[in-house]
């Protein structure tokens, strides 16, 4: 993980119009709009001058941490929470933050199996408050000391000399909040999704059972049946499954229904 590596990945996830050449050169914060020319600034980020060293830091420490032993939990934590604290980009931040928190597991060997993702992000968004309090326990306490003005175009200048509050952050309460989100992915989001999948495979079984078709076919009738209600869409009937008797798709409706746990609602079509 390099500068050059993340200035790439920014590129690639943002509209081509916002896409950064190098690391922000302006002052950045995080607030909302109360009224005309009135802010409410929730975070103050590093000073544009101070970006370099930071992340320089920031990179350098992770290959030092992935070296370690360090469990890749905490890995985690400390360098994707650190780098959105640095928040290098004017677009983008959240969503390489939430990459790194992937990345960095699966690297780790957080899970033991390839190809699965424990999606802590989905359960992350699925929880903003909490989130919202990962991020606040260093922003909290970190805006009481910041001493910032704003012009009338909103326009930050951190009048202090801040750098060293970014550089030796600590981490408890943000690998906390990590490990909360990772525990939700498993019980919540994980378990409902390996719920989804088992009906999706009594569904198939089902279906093939009254109609034996194509594998792409079946997945194709269910992805339908899923999107619109557990039933199958007179469009999407003339269009893909025309060959299909009314009775044939009544009763594959009813397997996908009873499989899936979807239950019709009155009128969908």
């Known amino acids: 993980m390099g500068s050059t590596s993340l200035i790439d990945l920014q590129n690639r996830i ?9 690391f922000r050169k302006t002052q950045s914060y995080v607030g909302e709009t109360l009224a005309l020319r009135q802010e409410r600034v929730h975070f103050a980020c590093p000073k544009p001058e101070d970006l370099p060293d930071l992340m320089d830091g920031l990179t350098a420490m992770h290959p030092k941490v992935a070296a370690g032993g360090v469990p890749p939990l905490i890995h985690a934590a400390i360098v994707a929470y650190g780098f959105v604290f640095l928040h290098p980009f004017e677009d983008g931040n959240g969503r390489i933050h939430r990459f790194l928190i ?3 597991l699966a690297l780790g ?7 699965i993702i424990l999606p802590i992000s989905a359960a992350m968004l699925k929880n903003p408050a909490d989130y919202d309090a990962s991020l606040e326990a260093f922003s909290r306490p970190l805006m009481q000391l910041v001493e910032y003005s704003l012009d009338d175009e909103g326009r930050m200048t951190v009048n202090n000399d801040t750098a ?3 550089r030796y ?7 906390e909040a990590l490990s909360a989100f990772a525990e939700k992915a498993i019980d919540t989001e994980l378990a409902g999704e390996l719920a989804f999948l088992a009906g999706y495979d009594r569904a198939k079984t089902a279906i093939q059972g009254i109609v034996d078709m194509p594998d792409r ?3 194709l009738f269910i992805r339908f049946c899923l999107q619109n209600q557990g039933r199958l869409s007179a469009r999407k009937r003339t269009s893909h499954f025309d060959f299909l008797s009314n009775d ?14 979807q ?3 009155q009128g969908a079509s």
């Open 169 to 175: 952050i600590d981490m408890t309460p943000q690998a």
């Open 109 to 115: 060997g957080f899970w033991r199996d390839e190809g």
């Open 217 to 219: 076919q079946i997945d």
């Open 102 to 104: 992937h990345n960095i």
């Open 164 to 166: 060293l509050w970014y």
């Open 248 to 261: 044939e798709v009544g009763r594959l409706e009813q397997a996908v229904q009873e499989a899936s746990g």
């Open 14 to 22: 943002v509209d081509p119009r916002f896409a950064a050449a190098d």
């Open 263 to 265: 239950k019709p609602t």
